[in-house]
């Protein structure tokens, strides 16, 4: 049974930290691409950032040097290093796993809600 275990969000001031981290189980063919999305009350889901099996990284804009994604290829855990936090940072975090070579399959975390008050 796949399992992607969120953890680390709450509720935290403009300018503050968090870190999230997301552990995956289960999943039986190599993990590429590990990410993080994020969504606002009545927006769509966007992507936050990714890094690949090489540790390849790509960002939104958005968040361009204040979140670091990184990742335990041992431990299958990426993490999320989110500094300098403005309320716009405010959303349902979810962590992404996509995995298999030829034929690829996407895992979703159950999200965890990160809220950062002005």
């Known amino acids: 049974q796949v399992q992607l275990v969120e953890s680390g969000g709450g509720l935290v001031q403009a300018g503050g930290s968090l870190r999230l981290s997301c552990a995956a189980s289960?999943?039986?063919?190599?993990?590429?691409?590990m990410g993080w999305y994020r969504q606002a009350p009545g927006k769509q889901r966007e992507l936050v950032a990714v890094?690949?099996?090489?540790?390849?990284?790509n960002y939104a804009g958005s968040v361009k040097g204040r979140f670091t994604i990184s990742r335990d290829n041992a431990k299958n855990t990426v993490y999320l290093q989110m500094n300098s936090l403005k309320p716009e940072d405010t959303a349902v975090y979810y962590c992404?796993?996509?995995?298999?070579?030829?034929?690829?399959?996407?895992?979703w975390g159950q999200g965890t809600q990160v809220t950062v008050s002005s």
């Open positions: 890094i690949t099996s090489s540790d390849s990284t």
């Open positions: 289960g999943i039986r063919n190599r993990i590429n691409v």
């Open positions: 992404n796993v996509r995995a298999g070579v030829i034929t690829t399959s996407d895992y």
